[in-house]
């Protein structure tokens, strides 16, 4: 097990270092490298904890958690509880995919916030789940 630090953002990843040559194909999944990287050596962390970080700005988060929170009060359901532990959920530094997904199921709701729902679905790759 290896622990690689990011000192800028003081990000810490924890998981096994893989050695490999860069191929365009031949994996299950689908990493893009420029073919400037292809057929080189490179050292891959696969972590042992996936967690995903935030690639918006923290004015779009806040947008979202507005407008999400508003979504939910809306809703009368067995599963507002559910729906706000995941809108908290997705206000830490780190977070679950599966959190980020339903509170994107939610935002879609929104008619006003397509500007939102766009960059989600663009930065974290939404459209396959």
């Known amino acids: 097990m290896a622990k690689i630090k990011i000192t800028e953002k003081e990000i810490e990843i924890e998981g096994t270092v893989e050695e490999k040559k860069v191929t365009p194909f031949g994996t299950s999944a689908h990493i893009p490298v420029s ?6 050596y ?8 996936s967690k995903y970080f935030w690639l918006l700005t ?3 988060l806040k947008e979202i958690n507005i407008v999400v929170d508003k979504i939910i009060e809306k809703k009368d359901s067995k599963l ?6 995941c809108l908290k959920n997705i206000n830490q530094t780190k977070f679950h995919l599966g959190d980020l997904q339903k509170v994107y199921e939610l935002l879609k709701e929104s008619k ?3 500007h939102l729902v766009k960059k989600l679905k663009e930065a ?5 789940y």
């Open 124 to 128: 974290y790759n939404l459209n396959s």
């Open 80 to 85: 507002h509880h559910y729906r706000l532990g």
């Open 35 to 40: 073919k400037k990287h292809s057929g080189k």
């Open 42 to 49: 490179v050292s891959v962390v696969v972590p042992s904890k």
């Open 58 to 60: 923290s004015g779009e």
């Open 112 to 114: 006003n916030h397509k």
